[in-house]
């Protein structure tokens, strides 16, 4: 993972500033390399948000192939019977998570 995130900062760097003066790389490459820690993370901690909040939808006694996605229930759509506290906290989520996307640019929704 250490040198994967080393292979992106190198080929930031060579791509976009072949052309400076090979005094000024280590300091462009330090500083490249920051930036690709902080995105690997952020990009990390995203994933990890939306993979707990999914993992949520999923009944415990689910196989681990189970699309979370198929058990969202919609107005119209109540074919599984879910135990009153497992409904009211499946609402809630899907209503945080139809809020954020509201909350998203147009463009983000599409």
């Known amino acids: 993972m250490a040198l994967d995130i080393v292979q992106d900062a190198m080929l930031k760097l060579a791509d976009k500033y072949a052309a ?53 229930q919609g107005k119209d759509n109540n074919s599984q019977a879910l135990a009153p506290d497992a409904s009211l906290e499946q609402s ?6 139809e809020k954020a996307l509201m909350d998203l640019p147009a463009r983000q929704r599409e």
């Open 20 to 72: 400076k003066p090979s005094e000024e790389l280590p300091l462009l490459f330090q500083r490249i390399l920051q930036n690709t820690i902080r995105d690997h993370y952020r990009r990390q901690k995203v994933r990890s948000m939306w993979t707990t909040l999914m993992s949520s939808l999923v009944p415990q006694h689910e196989e681990s192939d189970h699309d979370p996605l198929d058990t969202l």
């Open 92 to 97: 809630q989520l899907i209503a945080l998570i």
